[in-house]
């Protein structure tokens, strides 16, 4: 049996999406997040289909999020074997039941369309997982509140401490008997910035001897928050003008909230004129009734929470329409502008939106905002990167809308953001890994912990394992 302590790089290395870590020592292994990977399609299918490792041997999973890039696998891994328990934070588990049971649905909703209307030619796709492969899954879950210690493994400890990414989402902290004493492992997931429209700042957990970081934006400042109430109202004032229609592709958990919030604020204190935003996601709606749920939470900002103490409901103006069924989905397609439509999923990998899409961007009037990261491959990358034809259920589309990126909705932390994150910490790991970024990404943060003096940071290739000394 191979004692060593090692860390096993199997998703999220050199690209964004697919958030595998796993974690061994003395023949114990505690896996970390287990995501779905999204982009080009065969490619990810090959990857979301298998395991470099035996699920059934695993003695603990650990999440860090609900959002399907750290959650989205999970079925398929207890589906191929896995017993393990399941841990994450409370919030967490309510979100992350959510997120696979709609997810399992939108792959057999994507998979019936798509198989419909390619019969003639014979091209067939199929899901990953099923409702009952979610469910399954599901019955292994358990919640621990942050700053709870928990025993993963045999001489594997864990806790969770908030990232402030999202609602209920964490940082792990790993404690490891190793020969001679211990060593701590920090695992950020997706971390937070030090100013957000809801939440409070992540607050950067001491004496880690190794850091798993992520990069998103390693090489990129966000937009202060204070400018994006401009340029959100210039968009929508444009598209009243136009009596055009506005497609976001957002996130169900935190984007779709914070949309929702900036709108409520840009009417009641911008003066922009009510138009009617239209919430297509089910999933959305249950997950902002799980915020409303917990408005009282601690992982809210003390300004997010004045804000509600005076105006009331921060998700219920008058102007939004949270839409359920999909006759009223496709009742939106013969409605005129003006209008916004906020429909999953936020990459434009699959859901509502890509029918929207489908729909709407061969119009000059239309407006494609993008408010979060676009993977490499996905079809919202192909169009932030300015493609004039897009490929919609297989299908060629003219791109003739208009598309934006507005990156100062990110809940990511930004480049500066990180470095700050890492000068506290007192004293340095032994070892900063760089994950979840693309290459650029992830190689200018390196660069620039190394122009700081930094030392010992990593950028891991998919598969490689390392060991700690």
Known sequence: MNDALTIGFYGAA?????????????????????????????????????????????????????????????PLLYKKGAQA???????????TALMLLDSARIQESDARFFNKIHAADGQR???????????HCLGHLRARDFGASLEAAGGITASFASAGHVLGSAMVLLDVSVPGGRRRILFTGDLGRRQSLLLQPPIPPQGADYLLIESTYGGRSHAPLGDLAGAFAAVVRRAIADKGKILIPSF?????QEIV????????????????????????????????????????????????????????MDSVHYVRTKEESQALNDLPGPMIILSASGMCEGGRILHHLRNNINKETTTVLLVGHQAEGTLGRHLQDGAKKVKIFGLEHEVLAKVETMHAFSSHADKDDLL??????????????????????????????????????????????????
């Not at 690209?15 to 990977?37: K, P, Q, W």
């Not at 790991?429 to 992830?442: C, K, S, T």
């Not at 660069?447 to 700081?452: P, T, Y």
Request: glycine share 8%; proline share 8%.
């Open 14 to 74: 050199a690209e964004v999406t697919g958030s595998r870590h796993l974690i061994s020592a003395a023949g114990s292994r505690v896996l970390l997040d287990c995501g779905m990977f999204q982009g080009h399609r065969r490619e990810t299918l090959d990857k979301n289909r298998s395991f470099p490792f035996p699920p059934e041997n695993l003695q603990a999973v650990v999440l860090s999020h609900a959002h399907v890039d750290h959650s989205g696998a999970l």
């Open 85 to 95: 328990p399941l841990w994450c934070t409370p919030v967490t588990q309510e979100l």
């Open 125 to 135: 796709i199929t899901p990953l997982y099923s409702e009952d492969d979610v469910r």
């Open 252 to 256: 169900a958990l935190e984007r779709t």
């Open 261 to 316: 919030f900036m709108l409520e604020k840009l009417r009641r204190e911008h003066g922009i004129p009510p138009i009617p935003l239209y919430v297509d996601s089910p999933m959305a709606v249950e997950i902002t009734n799980i915020f409303n749920r917990h408005l009282a939470d601690s992982g809210f900002s003390p300004a997010f929470k004045d804000y509600t103490a005076k105006a009331g409901d921060p998700f219920g």
């Open 420 to 469: 700050a994150f890492i000068a506290a910490l007192d004293p340095k790991p032994r070892a900063i890994f760089l994950v979840h970024g693309d290459p650029d990404q992830r190689g200018a943060l390196a660069q620039s912990l190394q122009a700081a003096g930094i030392k010992g940071v990593v950028c891991p290739k998919f598969g490689q394992v390392v060991t700690l000394d």
